[in-house]
T-cell receptor, first 113, second 115 residues
Framework: DAGITQSPRYKITETGRQVTLMCHQTWSHSYMFWYRQDLGHGLRLIYYSAAADITDKGEVPDGYVVSRSKTENFPLTLESATRSQTSVYFC????????????FGSGTRLTVV | AQKVTQAQTEISVVEKEDVTLDCVYETRDTTYYLFWYKQPPSGELVFLIRRNSFDEQNEISGRYSWNFQKSTSSFNFTITASQVVDSAVYFCALRASGGSYIPTFGRGTSLIVHP
Protein backbone atom coordinates (compact mmCIF):
# COMPACT_ATOMS: atom_id res chain seq x y z
CA ASP A 1 0.00 0.00 0.00
CA ALA A 2 1.13 3.52 -0.67
CA GLY A 3 2.06 5.56 2.34
CA ILE A 4 4.79 6.68 4.63
CA THR A 5 6.16 4.12 7.05
CA GLN A 6 8.48 4.49 9.96
CA SER A 7 10.44 1.77 11.68
CA PRO A 8 10.79 0.70 14.34
CA ARG A 9 7.65 1.85 16.17
CA TYR A 10 9.38 1.52 19.52
CA LYS A 11 13.04 1.47 20.38
CA ILE A 12 14.98 1.34 23.62
CA THR A 13 18.68 2.03 23.42
CA GLU A 14 21.52 2.79 25.74
CA THR A 15 23.32 6.08 26.13
CA GLY A 16 26.20 6.34 23.69
CA ARG A 17 24.88 3.89 21.16
CA GLN A 18 24.20 4.75 17.56
CA VAL A 19 20.64 4.24 16.43
CA THR A 20 18.95 4.77 13.08
CA LEU A 21 15.29 5.50 12.57
CA MET A 22 13.93 4.61 9.18
CA CYS A 23 11.42 6.45 7.04
CA HIS A 24 10.11 5.22 3.71
CA GLN A 25 7.48 6.80 1.46
CA THR A 26 5.92 5.40 -1.67
CA TRP A 27 4.56 8.57 -3.27
CA SER A 28 7.87 9.86 -4.65
CA HIS A 29 7.33 13.07 -2.72
CA SER A 30 10.28 15.40 -3.11
CA TYR A 31 10.10 16.88 0.36
CA MET A 32 10.74 14.98 3.55
CA PHE A 33 11.07 16.05 7.15
CA TRP A 34 12.02 14.75 10.55
CA TYR A 35 10.35 16.16 13.65
CA ARG A 36 10.62 15.31 17.30
CA GLN A 37 7.70 15.71 19.64
CA ASP A 38 8.22 16.47 23.30
CA LEU A 39 5.76 17.55 25.95
CA GLY A 40 5.58 21.31 26.09
CA HIS A 41 7.47 21.78 22.85
CA GLY A 42 5.10 20.53 20.21
CA LEU A 43 6.76 19.45 16.99
CA ARG A 44 10.29 20.62 16.39
CA LEU A 45 12.05 20.23 13.07
CA ILE A 46 15.30 18.29 13.13
CA TYR A 47 16.25 17.99 9.46
CA TYR A 48 14.55 18.33 6.14
CA SER A 49 15.21 17.46 2.53
CA ALA A 50 14.05 18.92 -0.78
CA ALA A 51 15.24 15.99 -2.91
CA ALA A 52 17.67 13.14 -2.97
CA ASP A 53 21.12 14.28 -1.84
CA ILE A 54 19.76 17.64 -0.62
CA THR A 55 19.34 17.97 3.12
CA ASP A 56 19.41 20.84 5.57
CA LYS A 57 19.27 21.49 9.29
CA GLY A 58 16.13 22.42 11.10
CA GLU A 59 15.61 23.89 14.53
CA VAL A 60 17.22 21.13 16.62
CA PRO A 61 19.80 19.25 14.51
CA ASP A 62 22.54 18.69 17.08
CA GLY A 63 23.31 15.04 17.66
CA TYR A 64 21.50 13.88 14.54
CA VAL A 65 22.59 12.96 11.04
CA VAL A 66 20.47 12.34 7.97
CA SER A 67 21.03 11.06 4.48
CA ARG A 68 18.89 10.79 1.41
CA SER A 69 20.46 8.74 -1.30
CA LYS A 70 17.05 7.73 -2.68
CA THR A 71 13.92 9.84 -2.94
CA GLU A 72 11.83 7.37 -0.98
CA ASN A 73 14.10 6.93 2.04
CA PHE A 74 15.11 9.44 4.67
CA PRO A 75 16.84 7.76 7.62
CA LEU A 76 17.66 9.66 10.80
CA THR A 77 20.71 8.59 12.79
CA LEU A 78 21.52 9.46 16.36
CA GLU A 79 25.29 9.16 16.36
CA SER A 80 25.69 8.76 20.12
CA ALA A 81 22.34 8.67 21.83
CA THR A 82 21.73 10.79 24.92
CA ARG A 83 18.84 10.74 27.37
CA SER A 84 17.72 14.14 26.09
CA GLN A 85 16.98 12.47 22.77
CA THR A 86 14.26 10.37 24.34
CA SER A 87 11.27 11.48 22.32
CA VAL A 88 8.71 10.57 19.71
CA TYR A 89 10.06 11.05 16.22
CA PHE A 90 7.87 11.73 13.21
CA CYS A 91 8.80 11.59 9.59
CA UNK A 92 6.71 13.54 7.08
CA UNK A 93 6.60 14.08 3.36
CA UNK A 94 4.94 16.48 0.97
CA UNK A 95 4.58 17.27 -2.70
CA UNK A 96 4.38 20.69 -4.29
CA UNK A 97 6.34 22.31 -1.49
CA UNK A 98 3.64 21.56 0.99
CA UNK A 99 0.82 23.39 -0.75
CA UNK A 100 -1.46 20.46 -0.15
CA UNK A 101 -0.32 19.51 3.30
CA UNK A 102 2.11 17.15 4.91
CA UNK A 103 1.63 13.44 5.49
CA PHE A 104 3.11 11.96 8.62
CA GLY A 105 4.33 8.52 9.50
CA SER A 106 3.05 6.78 12.62
CA GLY A 107 6.05 7.84 14.66
CA THR A 108 8.88 6.10 16.48
CA ARG A 109 8.96 6.24 20.24
CA LEU A 110 12.61 6.23 21.25
CA THR A 111 13.78 5.77 24.82
CA VAL A 112 17.42 6.28 25.71
CA VAL A 113 18.39 4.72 29.02
CA ALA B 1 10.28 34.39 10.31
CA GLN B 2 7.01 32.64 10.88
CA LYS B 3 5.32 31.72 14.10
CA VAL B 4 2.22 29.91 15.24
CA THR B 5 0.73 30.41 18.67
CA GLN B 6 -1.80 28.12 20.24
CA ALA B 7 -2.32 29.78 23.55
CA GLN B 8 -4.64 27.12 24.96
CA THR B 9 -2.52 24.30 26.29
CA GLU B 10 -5.44 22.19 27.42
CA ILE B 11 -9.21 22.47 27.15
CA SER B 12 -11.63 20.28 29.02
CA VAL B 13 -15.30 20.09 28.03
CA VAL B 14 -18.27 17.86 28.57
CA GLU B 15 -19.71 15.95 25.66
CA LYS B 16 -22.07 17.95 23.43
CA GLU B 17 -20.48 21.26 24.31
CA ASP B 18 -19.11 23.41 21.51
CA VAL B 19 -15.42 24.19 21.72
CA THR B 20 -13.12 26.54 19.84
CA LEU B 21 -9.40 26.02 19.50
CA ASP B 22 -7.46 29.20 18.83
CA CYS B 23 -4.61 29.62 16.40
CA VAL B 24 -2.78 32.88 15.81
CA TYR B 25 -0.02 33.12 13.26
CA GLU B 26 2.69 35.53 12.23
CA THR B 27 4.26 35.87 8.82
CA ARG B 28 5.44 38.68 6.58
CA ASP B 29 4.46 36.80 3.46
CA THR B 30 1.25 37.58 1.63
CA THR B 31 0.96 34.05 0.31
CA TYR B 32 0.83 31.30 2.87
CA TYR B 33 -0.96 28.12 3.84
CA LEU B 34 -2.52 27.16 7.12
CA PHE B 35 -3.24 23.66 8.34
CA TRP B 36 -4.86 21.83 11.21
CA TYR B 37 -3.81 18.37 12.32
CA LYS B 38 -5.33 16.04 14.86
CA GLN B 39 -3.30 13.70 17.04
CA PRO B 40 -5.56 11.19 18.79
CA PRO B 41 -4.32 9.11 21.74
CA SER B 42 -3.04 6.50 19.30
CA GLY B 43 -0.36 9.01 18.32
CA GLU B 44 -0.60 9.44 14.57
CA LEU B 45 -0.96 12.90 13.04
CA VAL B 46 -4.05 13.25 10.90
CA PHE B 47 -4.46 16.05 8.38
CA LEU B 48 -7.75 17.94 8.83
CA ILE B 49 -7.71 20.99 6.61
CA ARG B 50 -5.61 23.29 4.46
CA ARG B 51 -6.39 26.91 3.75
CA ASN B 52 -4.44 29.31 1.57
CA SER B 53 -4.16 32.99 2.33
CA PHE B 54 -6.28 34.04 -0.63
CA ASP B 55 -9.27 32.05 0.48
CA GLU B 56 -10.92 33.64 3.48
CA GLN B 57 -14.10 31.67 3.25
CA ASN B 58 -14.92 29.76 6.33
CA GLU B 59 -15.26 26.04 5.98
CA ILE B 60 -17.56 23.53 7.55
CA SER B 61 -17.15 19.80 7.53
CA GLY B 62 -19.75 18.03 9.59
CA ARG B 63 -19.25 19.10 13.21
CA TYR B 64 -15.96 20.83 12.37
CA SER B 65 -15.67 24.40 11.19
CA TRP B 66 -12.80 26.75 10.61
CA ASN B 67 -12.81 30.53 10.85
CA PHE B 68 -9.99 32.21 8.93
CA GLN B 69 -9.56 35.94 9.63
CA LYS B 70 -6.60 37.66 8.02
CA SER B 71 -7.36 40.88 9.88
CA THR B 72 -6.53 39.21 13.18
CA SER B 73 -4.11 36.60 11.77
CA SER B 74 -6.21 33.83 13.20
CA PHE B 75 -7.37 30.45 11.97
CA ASN B 76 -9.62 29.09 14.68
CA PHE B 77 -11.15 25.64 14.77
CA THR B 78 -14.57 24.95 16.26
CA ILE B 79 -16.03 21.58 17.11
CA THR B 80 -19.78 21.63 17.50
CA ALA B 81 -21.46 19.16 19.83
CA SER B 82 -18.18 17.63 20.90
CA GLN B 83 -17.83 13.89 21.34
CA VAL B 84 -15.45 11.74 23.36
CA VAL B 85 -13.78 10.68 20.10
CA ASP B 86 -12.75 14.29 19.57
CA SER B 87 -10.34 13.99 22.48
CA ALA B 88 -6.91 14.59 20.96
CA VAL B 89 -4.13 17.07 20.61
CA TYR B 90 -4.76 19.52 17.81
CA PHE B 91 -1.97 21.30 15.99
CA CYS B 92 -2.16 24.38 13.85
CA ALA B 93 0.59 24.90 11.28
CA LEU B 94 1.73 27.60 8.89
CA ARG B 95 3.69 27.32 5.69
CA ALA B 96 4.71 30.68 4.28
CA SER B 97 5.76 31.02 0.69
CA GLY B 98 8.91 33.07 1.16
CA GLY B 99 11.24 30.55 -0.43
CA SER B 100 10.65 27.93 2.23
CA TYR B 101 8.50 24.85 2.12
CA ILE B 102 8.93 24.14 5.79
CA PRO B 103 5.83 24.17 7.98
CA THR B 104 5.92 25.70 11.43
CA PHE B 105 3.72 24.08 14.02
CA GLY B 106 2.12 25.50 17.10
CA ARG B 107 2.65 23.68 20.37
CA GLY B 108 -0.74 22.07 20.20
CA THR B 109 -3.92 22.18 22.23
CA SER B 110 -4.96 19.11 24.15
CA LEU B 111 -8.74 18.69 24.03
CA ILE B 112 -10.35 16.41 26.58
CA VAL B 113 -14.01 15.62 26.09
CA HIS B 114 -15.66 14.05 29.11
CA PRO B 115 -18.71 11.82 28.72
Amino acid sequence: DAGITQSPRYKITETGRQVTLMCHQTWSHSYMFWYRQDLGHGLRLIYYSAAADITDKGEVPDGYVVSRSKTENFPLTLESATRSQTSVYFCASSESMGHYGYTFGSGTRLTVV
Amino acid sequence: AQKVTQAQTEISVVEKEDVTLDCVYETRDTTYYLFWYKQPPSGELVFLIRRNSFDEQNEISGRYSWNFQKSTSSFNFTITASQVVDSAVYFCALRASGGSYIPTFGRGTSLIVHP
